[in-house]
């Protein structure tokens, strides 16, 4: 069964950063696209970076030259670097495939202060 497990959120002030890990059991990490989420209380969750098995990026304007997704095959891990917060950043984020395909990890909270 494929877990996907992130961490290293937190608290922080704006325009400070923050590294998220996503470790992905399962072989699933080397045939797909993955991708981080948020979702902040009362919206929907919504993509804020995607990298394909290649390494190719892509990003939604809202985050774009702050965050940084990155992935290593050899260790089924997930990274979003994430500089420059803002309070609007605050949500929780996770991991999954894109298209998302597979159950939602608990995510972990990232709250940015003003």
């Known amino acids: 069964q494929v877990q996907l497990v992130e961490s290293g959120g937190g608290l922080v002030q704006a325009g400070g950063s923050l590294r998220l890990s996503c470790a992905v059991s399962?072989?699933?990490?080397?045939?797909?696209?993955m991708a981080w989420y948020r979702q902040a209380p009362g919206k929907q969750r919504e993509l804020v970076a995607r990298?394909?098995?290649?390494?190719?990026?892509n990003y939604p304007d809202s985050v774009k030259g702050r965050f940084t997704i990155s992935r290593d095959n050899a260790k089924n891990t997930m990274y979003l670097r994430m500089n420059s917060l803002k309070p609007e950043d605050t949500a929780v984020y996770y991991c999954?495939?894109?298209?998302?395909?597979?159950?939602w990890g608990q995510g972990t909270q990232v709250t940015v202060s003003s």
């Open positions: 999954n495939t894109n298209p998302a395909g597979m159950s």
């Open positions: 399962g072989s699933i990490f080397s045939i797909n696209a």
């Open positions: 990298i394909t098995t290649g390494g190719y990026t």
